[in-house]
Antibody, heavy 122, light 111 residues
Framework: QLQLQESGSGLVKPSQTLSLTCAVS??????????WSWIRQPPGKGLEWIGY???????YYNPSLKSRVTISVDRSKNQFSLKLSSVTAADTAVYYC??????????????WGQGTLVTVSS | QSVLTQPPSVSAAPGQKVTISCSGSSSNIGNNYVSWYQQLPGTAPKLLIY???KRPSGIPDRFSGSKSGTSATLGITGLQTGDEADYYC????????????FGGGTKLTVL
């Protein structure tokens, strides 16, 4: 059974960089041609897609966050990562990592991590 | 303001049927597949429906999905108290907005 687990700092100061990692177990991040994504949910609000890293290693980001986001993959560690720079209180949210099928323009997410709360505060 | 519009809340009694709507446009629902997620309190979203009407393994057939034009609907029959959750629709959007979009979510209360 595939499992995803987020880890990283739960408290980040304004203007600093948020860094999270998603460890994938129960399967290889490199097999099956899947894409890997980050999605966030501010407290009491809905879901917001942050971006993908495709099997090829190419990335695709939400235009509203593109200038601040970097998603990368470390295949040797079977994990992928999120960096979000210049954070503000508006970036406070539960951050989820998730897997998407290898189908262009078909963004459903079949496996999710449990989520990790990141609070931006001084 | 979400690109996809869902009712904020719906409610029904145990054993009854409920539907949750998701309204979009030709740039998203009208030309792309829709998925649905269930988010129980304090947990991660769980995929319920993909490709408009397909259920992943393990999802009971009490849950169904459909799409017509620029709207999609999630149906739940035989409601159980354990179905109380937030439900989200999602799809691809080919406009200038984010390519992956979700509805604002619908809170289901089982009375």
């Amino acid at each position: 059974q595939l499992q995803l687990q987020e880890s990283g700092s739960g408290l980040v100061k304004p203007s600093q960089t948020l860094s999270l990692t998603c460890a994938v177990s129960g399967g290889s991040i490199s097999s099956g041609g899947y894409s890997w994504s980050w999605i966030r949910q501010p407290p009491g609000k809905g879901l917001e897609w942050i971006g993908y890293i495709y099997h090829s290693g190419s990335t695709y980001y939400n235009p509203s966050l593109k200038s601040r986001v970097t998603i990368s993959v470390d295949r040797s560690k079977n994990q992928f990562s999120l960096k979000l720079s210049s954070v503000t209180a508006a970036d406070t949210a539960v951050y989820y990592c998730a897997r998407a099928p290898p189908r262009p323009r078909v963004p459903y997410f079949d496996y999710w991590g449990q989520g990790t709360l990141v609070t931006v505060s001084s | 303001q979400s690109v996809l519009t869902q009712p904020p809340s719906v409610s029904a009694a145990p054993g009854q049927k409920v539907t949750i709507s998701c309204s979009g446009s030709s740039s998203n629902i009208g030309n792309n597949y829709v998925s649905w997620y269930q988010q129980l309190p304090g947990t991660a979203p769980k995929l319920l429906i993909y490709d408009n009407n397909k259920r992943p393994s393990g999802i009971p057939d009490r849950f169904s999905g459909s799409k017509s034009g620029t709207s999609a609907t999630l149906g739940i029959t035989g409601l159980q108290t354990g179905d109380e959750a937030d439900y989200y629709c999602g799809t691809w959007d080919s406009s200038l907005s984010a390519p992956v979009v979700f509805g604002g979510g619908t809170k289901l209360t089982v009375l």
